[in-house]
């Protein structure tokens, strides 16, 4: 009868530990969607790195109604002016450029993102799974890019 007790805890205490990884994984993700979830927030971190050089480089709160320089033209001519931040110009997993255009005093980056991003706060950021572009108005840029 000793056997049997047991038998029976140790069953419950299996079926406890189980239960509690699978709650775990399911409230955390498996370990490659932590991994997707991350590499998505290296390639946002990369776009907000984008618009706070070219914000350096070009804005001029003070001065309304022109730039203090150009907008680069390309991603490697900006990540060459870049003096406070170093600037990743390729997705990390794929090396594949991100999307720099240009137009009058906007521009826009994209990049491919693996999930969604739909939070509460900094919106701007927010976006699709998939590809995803952030235009940006280099006289009136959002102030969650600095």
Request: glycine share 4%; proline share 5%; aromatic share 6%.
């Amino acid at each position: 009868m000793k056997r049997g007790v047991h038998f029976v805890v140790l069953a419950i205490m299996s079926i406890a530990v189980v239960a509690t990884v699978l709650a775990g994984l399911s409230l955390v993700g498996s370990p490659a969607t932590a991994r997707t979830r991350r590499i998505d927030q290296e390639r946002l971190e990369d776009m907000r790195r984008i618009a706070r050089v070219v914000d350096e480089l070009c804005h001029d709160k003070d001065l309304k109604t022109g730039l203090k320089r150009p907008l680069p033209k390309t991603l490697d001519d900006l990540a060459g002016l870049a003096r406070t931040e170093k600037i990743r110009v390729a997705d990390p997993v794929s090396d594949e450029p991100y999307s720099y255009k240009v137009s009058g005093t906007k521009y826009t980056i994209s990049a491919i993102f693996e999930n969604e991003r739909d939070l509460d706060f900094r919106v701007f950021w927010n976006h699709p799974a998939g590809k995803a572009s952030f235009t940006i108005d280099a006289l009136d840029p959002p102030a969650s890019i600095r």
